[in-house]
């Protein structure tokens, strides 16, 4: 295989993917069905793309292909003639867009699929899991890693939700307006989901535009034009872009991680910053705080100190705990835990700790982290360093695993 035709193929797999899995299952009304189809079309690209070159529109190409695998498996399967003519026509009329192959476009079905995948009837605890596979592409290896289960439990409960999607017939359409709010916060959840596993280096890419955010980005983007006046899908897309605007400040010249009140501000992107802070004003005018606005209220207090060269540690407080009344998840508490940190004392921030679930902690990295940082402030050096050597173990990302080992050299100095 030519190096060059390899690229082509891994590269519109790793863009395309949840596009094209998007169209042909909403037109299939089957997932894995879709999946195995455009897998079949890859490996066809694999084959032939070194012999013949790489086609111009190399996604129209890979639409193509896998229509016609998912039209030959539906006839092999003895379908009903009136449901294979329905499926037959459909995918002609997606092949009759892609003609002109240096100008094919076709729809992206993305948020669709993204309705389908957090169905009600699906159980709500694979919604974003299955999402992240369906939507973006994501393997279930990195979600059992990011989820905390084994990846053999992960692939069994998305392989049980994608059929329960064929067989239960849920639709591919974003819902009637007056369905639509109640089912938004599993998809809110899913896309801002998606961000982190990105915004924590788990997709392995360091280019934003192709990446995990890029794409939550392009979700909370596209939400918003279905529903311009909901003021949580306007916290959402503010709460990523404030993030999304320090990404080049998280790591200095030599590669090594910057916490969040060291960065240099003057590399945060203005841009960005004022797209999040309009997005968080017009939400602040629908009356109606929800969780997603307040986790931006909270980045807007961060990113002020590119104005104040000063940070709000008590308003975080408030906005911490007003989180926590919302939506106790044990980030909120572990970052409220930081912050009292700051404004009381170590002392303080560690009883916060202590008083949370030990099941829950046990491998959350933050909390290991968060904990290592305030023992080492208290002078107890033997426990901080345990922390800190738990937190390692628990991290993926190699800059975050040297920033913290930096730390427990540090501390083991100390005590020496």
Same mark, same amino acid.
């Given at each position: ?28 009304? =089957? ?49 009903? =003639? ?105 998809? @809110? ?47 959402? @897309? ?13 790591? =200095? ?69 007003? @989180? ?83 730390? @427990? ?8």
């Amino acid at each position: 295989m030519t190096s060059d035709a390899g690229r082509a193929a891994e590269k519109v797999a790793r863009q395309s993917y949840g596009k094209l899995i998007a169209f042909l299952a909403a037109r299939s009304r =089957d997932v894995p069905a879709a999946e195995d189809a455009l897998s079949e079309a890859l490996a066809a690209a694999l084959r032939t793309w070194p012999e013949r070159g790489i086609p111009d529109n190399p996604e129209a190409w890979l639409l193509t292909a896998a229509r016609r695998n998912l039209i030959q498996a539906v006839r092999h399967r003895n379908v009903r =003639d009136n449901a294979r003519n329905m499926i037959t026509l459909a995918f002609e009329e997606a092949e009759e867009r892609m003609n002109d192959v240096e100008n094919a476009v076709f729809p992206d079905e993305r948020l669709k699929l993204l309705f389908a995948c957090t169905h009600p009837t699906i159980d709500k605890s694979v919604h974003t899991p299955l999402m992240l596979q369906t939507v973006l592409g994501v393997d279930a290896k990195t979600m059992a890693r990011a989820f905390v289960v084994s990846p053999d439990a992960m692939s069994q409960r998305l392989v049980r939700a994608k059929v329960k999607i064929r067989d239960a017939g849920i639709p591919f359409a974003i819902p009637e307006q007056h369905m639509l709010t109640e089912r938004l916060a599993s998809v @809110l959840s899913a896309i801002y989901a998606a961000y982190g596993l990105g915004w924590d280096g788990l997709d392995g890419e360091e280019d934003s535009r192709t990446g995990l955010t890029g794409e939550a980005i392009w979700l909370g983007r596209t939400l918003i034009t279905i529903l311009p006046e909901e003021p949580e899908v306007m916290g959402l @897309l503010s709460l990523m872009l404030y993030c999304e605007a320090r990404r080049h400040a998280r790591l =200095d010249a030599d590669g090594l991680y910057v916490p969040l009140e060291d960065q240099d501000t003057g590399l945060w992107n203005e841009i960005m910053m004022a797209e999040a802070d309009a997005l968080l004003r017009k939400a602040g005018t629908f009356d109606c705080f929800g969780p997603f606005q307040c986790q931006a209220a909270i980045q807007s207090v961060h990113v002020s100190r590119r104005r104040t060269a000063a940070t709000d540690w008590e308003a975080l407080v408030t906005l911490y705990r007003a @989180l926590i009344a919302m939506k106790p998840t044990l980030g909120a508490k572990v970052s409220h835990a930081a912050v009292i940190g700051r404004v009381e004392d170590a002392a303080s921030a560690l009883t916060l700790l202590d008083g949370l679930e030990q099941r829950a902690i046990a491998s959350y990295q933050p909390y290991w982290a968060v904990r290592a940082h305030l023992l080492s402030e208290l002078g107890e050096s033997d426990a901080a360093a345990e922390a800190y050597g738990i937190a390692i173990g628990l991290s993926d990302n190699p800059a975050i695993c040297t920033f913290l080992t930096s730390r @427990l050299k540090a501390v083991i100095s100390r005590s020496a």
